[in-house]
């Protein structure tokens, strides 16, 4: 089961040939408000953008045309409510109690499911009851030990978060919620892959994904908008800087992380802990649409719903010039079909660089997030992703394992045999 609370994004061939695909909306229900003040967020600032707002609830009448507008438009038999903020937590129990309502009363057959992605700080006993009562899936944001996780996460008073995260992790497993962790992987967390890594397995968490951070300084662009980060390149002025961040993690240092961490994966782990970043690889080895937009060839397919009602055609770029409409004005399909979104989702395509064009692991990364591509290829152009040596190393380090594995399924074998003697990248049978 995949960490990213992200549906799958339409294929090329999906769109090229007009079919009807479901498209996913996560939804904020307090907007960027957040109850921490995490150095690297990349989402608090935009409360610039609301200025008339002071307390970022979502209204009633935007949760029920929300919950109405969502369920309608797919054309599958089930659909999926993600919550995200900011820290959704903060709309309280009342909120969703509402939520679940609508669902039942606009839900017409289809099989629902939700989950929470929040930073567990505020999941009490009354909390977890109710996410366990209603088979909510959690995402927990904890990026390792409390000395690692607590650089970057604190509260507003800068006190550490680490052992409240790490207390909410126990209660929901006392009330048998199902729990994925999100791990960002910033400048610090970087340098202790194991540490984090075997943490995680201490505390028996079987699902992972491992998210880097890269954040920009702010440029002349983010000087207009009034926000402290710059906004993705495609936002920025020509010339602008590309520094990262202090916080942001290196390009070579990111795939360092994942390959001291798959190295240990491959020989123990297989099939008992699944790490996302290797679950999708594999997947792209064995040519399988993949699980996360950043790894499609397009995106455009996981929009996002301010607490407003505004949407956007992705959670990184949640700018003023990228709004979409409303959804209290109805026609939420026809926004996610708008001319305006498919040349969004097709422009992470078309705007590959040559140098990405021609590279041989370009079927696993798809040039990666379009709001990371900012620097630029060896050649001079424009456009190449941040993490593009990272990724090459990690792919370089993977690849005879995925074969190796790739091999596996097609002869009917489970993938976990990787970890017997004989199957071990490098060794001769």
Known sequence: MPVDMKKKNQTVSDQENGRKQGFHLMAKPVGPRCNLRCAYCFYREKETFFPEHRDFF?????????VREYIGSQPGPAVVFDWQGGEPALAGLDFFERALDYQKKYQAGKQIRNTLQTNGTLLDEAWCAFLSRNNFLVGLSLDGPEKIHDVYRVNHDGRPTGARVLQALKLLRRHRVEVNVLATVNRESAQHPLEVYRFFKE????????IPVVEREPDFEAGKLGIALAAPPSLTCQGTSTAATPWSVQPEQYGEFLIAIFNEWIRKDVGSVFVMNFEWSLGAWAKVAPGVCYLAPRCGQSLILEHNGDIFPCDHFMYPD???????????RKMAESERQMT??????????????????????RGGCPKHRFIQSPDGEPGLNYLCAGFKKLYHAMNPSMRQMVDLINRGL?????????YRPGDRR
């Open 203 to 210: 505390h028996s968490v079987q699902f992972i994904q491992f």
């Open 414 to 422: 489970p993938v976990r045999k990787i970890m017997e003697a004989e």
């Open 344 to 365: 969004f989702s097709a422009s992470k395509e078309t705007g590959l660089p040559g140098y990405c064009r021609a590279c041989d692991f370009l079927f696993a990364c």
């Open 322 to 332: 990228y709004r979409l409409g409303n959804i209290l004005d109805g026609g939420l």
């Open 58 to 66: 979502m209204p009633d009448e935007v949760l029920e045309a929300y």
